[in-house]
């Protein structure tokens, strides 16, 4: 294994009506909360009253800040980091999936930035060495809705700077990590199929991003069948998910997953750079496109050109102990498996063109391409790997 050092502060509050407990444990870390979550609430049902009222009862006051849109942008954080500091806010709630829970943990550590520009505290450039990751945040507590994207365990946030359409992230241990999580499976049951599939390739996709870059001189064993395990549960259980929506024990398996395959628990001692996460940041950024499919797009890609390509000796192990078969096959298993629950697997279903290569190119090199001119995977990939993955996903 590589040397790590590994950390997680979160407490977790797994299982049915966990939520209740929101009051009581907000009550331990601050008198006045906001909620951030998205614009629109409606699905969510009573949710939110049993939110409002847990704290009413533990005596804390409450301020909803409903602005959140799927890939969440600067301008959102800005105008919440705002309102936290009108209204006093000295602890931050986040309700909904990843971009809420991400947003989230812009705002708590946009409220206590000594810089003049929270983009400052995101990394939009891997080359240049101009971010300044934040030291401080308020304390939050997160409330996952979507098995997606674990965000609820980790201590980074992805945003979107909407003026130069970069998508990228913050990684801020000291000071990112929630101090709660109130995990209901339960929350889950009102998404709709697509989202829930959607979810379940995200967590899959976190998953393979530390097992595809596997140095073949470590050994990691260890972490190669906790991942396989982990992708192989998600695999299992998402069509009894779409097939009976109801089934809270099945809805288990794939909240706790999520959380698991972004906790640390399965990419330490790995190398945990994610190049699939920057070709997918940039579809969404250009696409609007939902998260989970973007990643579920490019790992059929890169299940593609890793087999006819060197340095690909991870990504054959996979498709044997998962699929049992040669990786070109298994890529082409897998493709179809995205596509029987019905997620894009072609970037152009997104709307990109071949006339875009270029563009989506120019993107990943902006943002994540490092000081030495190459995207930091393994084998580390150049920009003409970048378009040729892109055509592959076209």
């Known amino acids: 294994m590589n040397n ?14 966990s939520i209740e407990k929101v009051g009581a444990i907000a009550a331990e870390y601050g008198k006045k909360a906001v909620i951030v979550s998205y614009t629109d609430i409606s ?10 009222d847990s704290l009413k009862a533990a005596g804390v006051e409450y301020l909803d800040y409903l602005e959140v849109m799927a ?5 959102q954080a800005k105008k919440g980091v705002d309102v936290c500091k009108e209204f006093g806010a000295d602890l931050l709630i986040g309700v909904g999936g990843g971009s809420a829970m991400d947003c989230t943990k812009v705002i708590a550590a946009g409220v206590c930035y000594p810089e003049d520009d929270i983009r400052k505290m995101i990394a939009f450039s891997h080359a240049d060495g101009s971010q300044i990751p934040p030291k401080e945040a308020l304390p939050m507590i997160m409330i996952p809705t979507l098995p997606a994207t674990g965000s609820e365990m980790n201590c980074t946030a992805v945003i979107t700077d909407e ?39 995200d967590t899959i996709a976190h998953t393979v991003e530390g097992y595809f870059n596997g140095d073949p001189d470590v050994n990691l064993e260890l972490q190669d069948r906790m991942q396989e395990g982990l992708v192989r549960a998600v695999l299992d259980t998402l069509p009894k998910v779409l097939e009976n929506p109801d089934d809270v024990q099945a809805r288990g398996v794939m909240q706790w997953a999520s959380a698991i395959a ?11 750079w994610a190049p699939m996460h920057q070709f997918g940041h940039v579809l969404s950024a250009r696409y609007k496109a939902t998260h989970g499919a973007t990643l579920a797009v490019m790992m059929i890609a890169f299940m593609k050109y890793f087999a006819t390509h060197p340095g690909n000796a ?14 070109a096959e298994a890529a082409l298993e897998y493709e179809a498996m995205v596509e029987k629950v019905g997620v894009q697997t072609r970037i152009s279903q ?4 071949e006339e875009d290569i270029d563009m989506l190119a120019d ?32």
């Open 4 to 17: 790590f050092e590994y950390y997680n502060p979160v407490k977790v509050y797994f299982g049915s009506d």
């Open 43 to 52: 699905f969510y049902g009573n949710l939110f009253d049993r939110i409002h």
């Open 71 to 75: 890939n969440p942008t600067i301008a």
């Open 163 to 201: 003026e130069t359409v970069s998508k990228s992230y913050v990684w801020a241990p000291d000071c990112m990590y929630a101090k709660a999580a109130l995990v209901d499976p339960a929350l889950s049951k009102t998404l709709p199929p697509y989202q829930t599939a959607c979810a379940a390739l």
């Open 262 to 272: 972004l906790n640390g628990w399965v990419l330490s001692g790995t190398y945990t």
């Open 314 to 327: 991870h990504y054959e192990q996979f498709a044997q102990r998962m699929f049992g078969k040669p990786l």
């Open 350 to 353: 997104f709307g990109a063109k």
């Open 363 to 394: 993107d990943v090199e902006r943002v994540s391409f490092n000081a030495d001119g190459v995207l930091g995977s393994v084998p580390p990939m150049t920009k003409e790997d970048v378009k040729a993955i892109y055509r592959l996903a076209l």
